[in-house]
């Protein structure tokens, strides 16, 4: 399978996962494999358990855990729906500072309005330990972006993680005071 293609693979994966209405994951977010490529199917994306276990499995995209029987897959965060209950981890040990990339045009509500950021339709708001990481998150839309560093310390709400190995790290509300607005640094060439 080509990169643009496991690319194609991993978002397709992921929206089934995260916001899927006509799919049935469970209260922890799992959906069996073989539901995952029936839907896959149905947006003409024609796959085999084996290249979805290639995508969700040890080695394959960060995003997602295979089952320890190899059946089912789910995403490790960016849930919109509300009946999938995400244990955070490691609410003790987030690093002492997160970032988030948002476009510009979000910046008057979440600063000058006060409204700091916000979950909007996922369950959680997604921050990275890495700047680099939060600007190519926040790059996929392609427009001019701001940069925030945050003090974990001084957030009220947790700050967790759903696995170890997840540089991700989820919360629900960051108040516009705790917000620090950082330069984008350059990509490195």
Known sequence: MSRNNTQRLGGAIAFILRHADDVEVDSVGWLPLEDI????????IEVTVDDVVR???????????????????????????????????????????LYHATPEYNLEAILDRREGLLPQKRLYIHLSEDPMRAVEVGNRRGVPLALFEIETKELREPVGRTSPESSVWLTTFVPAKLLWRIAVPEAKV
Do not use: C
Not at 37 to 44: F, P, S
């Open 37 to 44: 490529v029936a839907r896959l199917a149905v947006d003409g």
């Open 55 to 97: 995508e969700v499995g040890p080695g394959g995209n960060d995003r997602f855990e295979l089952s320890i029987d190899g059946t089912k897959a789910r995403a490790f965060y960016g849930h919109s729906q509300p009946n999938v209950n995400i244990e955070l981890i490691d609410t003790e040990r987030a690093p002492q500072y």
